[in-house]
């Protein structure tokens, strides 16, 4: 948890960093395109202290009114991201349009483009860091901040590259529609991280090959149990809710029924760490033949 929150206080320095080397690229140049870059770099410092809000609140412990802890504040802020990331297409769609009526006169200089792209790079390799660390802790706070990244990394080669056709062509009006263009980019993928953190908030399974982890976890340490059914898994943050239902020999005791449920509990931690297990312990009668087949 100490690592998440000092990933995410850093990135908050390096998203500043960042913008302010963005902005001296706009002001030396009045370029439109440049200016859409340093306004997403805006939206990179707010992502990051939401990221930074969101892995301080989740690492919380539970409490009377939040009996499951507060992982899920992570989907809260990778939404709030989604939501940043979409006003900022909607500026930057706005000051191209207005541009492209009303061009002005562009300056582009080599150090306004190296500055540029320096930012760029720091945006990078900041943003592997951050996919690998919260891939990793399964922070998804952080990793929405990465991809956030991603797409501004791309933007801003995107830019680069349109910016240098300007200076070398000398039609202004491609420095407008670029800036469109980057903003259309901005908008697909700041749908997407909503689109994925919403399905968290509505307890979306977790992908089929955890479930398949889950269930080989089940068979093989579920040795004394004869089956076990109605599998559910959910995300929270980097927590994993699970629950099922296992069924035992009638006549087996309490306690050890307890001991094969201790034995499962261990097991899926082994294969699936943050996993918080809850098991069902049920009669042989109750059996459905149908579910996970222990070994």
Not at 80 to 94: D, E, K, W
Not at 175 to 188: E, M, R, T
Not at 200 to 218: F, H, S, T, Y
Request: net charge negative; with cysteine; charged share 15%.
């Amino acid at each position: 948890m100490i690592l998440r929150l000092r990933i995410a206080l850093a990135s908050i320095a390096v998203g500043c960093a960042v913008l302010g080397l963005k902005l001296v690229a706009y002001w030396w140049t009045g370029s439109v395109a440049l200016y859409s870059d340093a306004l997403e770099s805006v939206v990179n410092v707010a992502s990051a202290v939401a990221a930074f809000l969101a892995v301080w609140f989740a690492a919380k412990p539970a409490d009377s009114n939040h009996p499951y802890g507060h992982h899920k504040a992570e989907y809260f802020a990778a939404v709030f991201v989604g939501v940043m990331i979409v006003l900022a297409a909607l500026s930057i769609a706005r000051e191209a349009v207005l541009a492209y009526l009303d061009p002005q006169p562009v300056v582009f200089t080599a150090q306004a483009l190296g500055v540029n792209a320096l930012a760029s790079l720091i945006n990078g390799v900041w943003a592997f860091v951050l996919i690998r660390v919260g891939r990793s802790h399964r922070s998804k706070a952080l990793e929405a901040d990465g991809k956030h990244l991603v797409t501004d990394v791309l933007s801003s080669a995107g830019v680069l590259i349109g910016v240098g056709l300007v200076w070398g062509t000398g039609i202004q009006a491609l420095d407008s529609l670029l800036a469109g263009i980057v903003a259309l980019n901005i908008l697909w993928s700041g749908w997407i991280l909503m689109k994925e953190s919403v399905g968290g908030l509505m307890d979306e399974a977790v992908p089929p090959a955890m479930q398949d982890k889950i269930r080989d976890a089940i068979s093989a340490a579920g040795a004394g149990a004869l089956e076990a059914h109605d599998l559910r898994t959910r995300s929270a943050g980097h927590v994993i809710f699970i629950d099922f239902h296992l069924v035992v020999p009638g006549d087996m005791t309490v306690e050890r029924a307890h001991e094969i449920c201790d034995r499962i509990e261990v097991g899926i931690a082994e294969g699936v760490p943050g996993a918080r297990t809850t098991i069902h312990v049920e009669p042989e009668h109750k059996a459905k033949h149908s579910g996970i087949v222990v070994v």
